[in-house]
């Protein structure tokens, strides 16, 4: 399909992973990034796996006015993924003001833009956050959203909220909301992967990081869960699977085969993993040992969840493919090959 895909936060994690797969398939793609969290140089991994590049614009989405005159330039628009936005939980909590401007403000410049210049499909990246620790597991897409325990997770729901609205009002609208649980890995070419800045905070890049001699050790948080082996438990999705998901998602809005305005698709694997046993998988799959340590539980935590994939897998006909191990060694590959760039 050579239909033109707008990728917002498209040289981001997930965003430049999503980038691949359209491309592969034969969309067209134009990336709109303000680079704040990712390096343009990701183009060149896309271009080096696609053989082709994307168009890019480098501006901030928050930029109504910059925004208007990019839709009157790229005038033959068929779909909107959102990616962008912030994600770092302890930094809204710091910061709640920069959350709620930057993923909410994005949002609307960007659901206006749709209705204006009429682009009909929307995607936007959810997140299992919204659930926080659910009182069934695994947990489906009816389950009610708890109080968010972040002003990054009050955004994903408010941003939910505001994207039903919206297409209730205008009738040839259609969107998406796809709830990722935890993403991890890298493309297996290791030519694009996660960017951290500075301490990672989520647990696959601390490993790869830790293995590689960057930090000392892994900080295990907590041992004490009611969980088999004490530690907690989430659906770790790898990002190549979840970006297919994407792609799926767009088709399917294209060959209108939605069953409502707006959908909601769980994205993971359906099983859940401890920490514990992440731990385990890496040291399997690389054959590196970790250096780590259990130390107390961190602030906010949930102990367990793991998505119902049921919906994901009748309606989209999507499930993740990629093994626990494989992703793994693709996260670690992807740290070898930054370790050898930074030399
Ligand atoms: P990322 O930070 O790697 O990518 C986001 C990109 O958006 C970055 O390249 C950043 O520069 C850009 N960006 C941010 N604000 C912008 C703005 N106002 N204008 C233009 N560009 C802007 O993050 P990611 O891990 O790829 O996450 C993508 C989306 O998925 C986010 O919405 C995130 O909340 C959501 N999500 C991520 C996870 C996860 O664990 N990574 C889990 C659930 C949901
Ligand atoms: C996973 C598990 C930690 C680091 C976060 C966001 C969520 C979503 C994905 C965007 C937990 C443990 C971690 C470490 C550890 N993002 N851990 N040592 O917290 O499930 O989800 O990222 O939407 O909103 O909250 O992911 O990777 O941080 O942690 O023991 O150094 O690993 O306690 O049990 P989390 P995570």
Excluded at 60 to 69: A, M, N, P, Q, S
Excluded at 87 to 102: D, T
Excluded at 135 to 162: C, H, M, R, W
Excluded at 274 to 288: D, H, L, P, R, W
Aim: net charge negative; hydrophobic share 40%; proline share 3%.
């Amino acid at each position: 399909m050579n239909k033109l895909i707008l990728v917002t936060g498209g040289t981001g994690y997930i965003g430049s992973h999503t980038v691949v797969e359209l491309m592969n398939e034969g969309f067209d793609v134009v990336i709109i990034d303000n680079l704040s969290n990712s390096e343009k140089s990701v183009l060149n991994g896309i271009a080096e796996i696609t053989g082709r590049r994307p168009f890019f614009e480098q501006f901030d989405i928050c930029d109504k006015k910059r925004l208007h005159d990019f839709f009157r330039i790229y005038k033959k628009l068929d779909s909107i993924i959102h990616f962008a936005a912030y994600k770092a939980v302890g930094e809204s909590i710091e910061k709640p003001l920069m959350y709620y401007q930057n993923n909410l403000t994005s949002l609307m410049n960007l659901l206006e833009g749709m209705i204006e210049f009429k682009i009909p499909h929307f995607v936007f990246s959810s997140s299992a956050t919204v659930y926080g620790q659910p009182d069934q597991l695994p947990v489906n897409e009816e389950a009610p959203f708890k109080t968010a325990d972040s002003p990054y997770g009050n955004t994903k729901q408010i941003a939910e909220e505001i994207i039903r609205d919206t297409v209730n009002a205008n009738d040839n609208l259609k969107a998406i909301s796809l709830r990722y649980f935890n993403p991890i890995g890298a493309h297996s070419s290791a030519l694009i992967g996660e960017l951290p800045r500075g301490v990672p905070n989520n647990l696959v890049p601390f490993i790869t990081q830790t293995a590689a001699g960057v930090r000392n050790e892994l900080k295990i948080f907590g041992d004490d869960y009611n969980t088999p082996d004490g530690t907690a438990i989430r659906d770790y999705i790898n990002v190549v699977d979840l970006a297919k998901a994407h792609v799926v998602s767009i088709k399917r809005m294209i060959e209108q085969k939605s069953k409502s305005d707006l959908e909601i698709f769980n994205l993971g694997t359906g099983k859940g993993s401890s920490v514990m046993e992440i731990v385990n998988a890496f040291e399997k799959s690389t054959g590196e040992k970790l250096n780590y340590k259990i130390v107390g539980k961190r602030a906010g935590d949930v102990e367990s969840v793991y998505a119902d994939i049921t919906y994901a897998n009748k309606e989209l006909g999507w499930k993740a493919e990629i093994g626990l191990e494989e992703t793994l060694l693709s996260a670690w590959n992807w740290e070898k090959y930054l370790r050898n760039k930074k030399r």
